[in-house]
């Protein structure tokens, strides 16, 4: 199984963004998908969840209310939108994909510990 993550690029301050996670294998059904970030000198930040187990989306407080989850699953691919672009928000951007089997509590999602797949991830420059 494959993520290749598209879509970072260079933008101003309250612009917004459209990030691509394709997912090889079909292996959107059974799989929670997630996104995280990492900006310079910092640690890897979750961003947000697409979890199978209930059909549910959580965001970080960091993005939500800015930032939507959304998949085709037509072409395997989970989109990361982001409005309303901040300069704190500059980070290179990973999608990640782990089996949901219901059997995980959502505090093991957002560390960011239990991910079977990496997507090689994508820059996100936000200019003040």
């Known amino acids: 199984v494959q993520l290749q993550a598209s879509g970072g690029g260079l933008v101003q301050a309250g612009d917004s963004l459209r990030l691509s996670c394709a997912a090889a294998g079909r292996i959107l059904r059974n799989y929670g998908m997630a996104w995280f970030r990492q900006a310079p000198g910092k640690e890897r930040e979750f961003v947000g969840l697409i979890k199978r187990s209930n059909n549910r989306i959580y965001y970080s407080d960091s993005v939500k209310g800015r930032f939507t989850i959304s998949e085709d699953n037509a072409k395997s691919t989970v989109y990361l939108q982001m409005n309303s672009l901040k300069p704190e928000d500059t980070a290179v951007y990973y999608c990640?994909?782990?089996?949901?089997?219901?059997?995980?509590?959502?505090?093991?999602?957002?560390?960011?510990?239990?991910?079977?797949?990496w997507g090689q991830g994508t820059l996100v420059t936000v200019s003040s």
């Open positions: 990640a994909a782990s089996y949901d089997s219901g059997i995980f509590r959502l505090g093991q999602w957002v560390q960011g510990i239990l991910y079977d797949y």
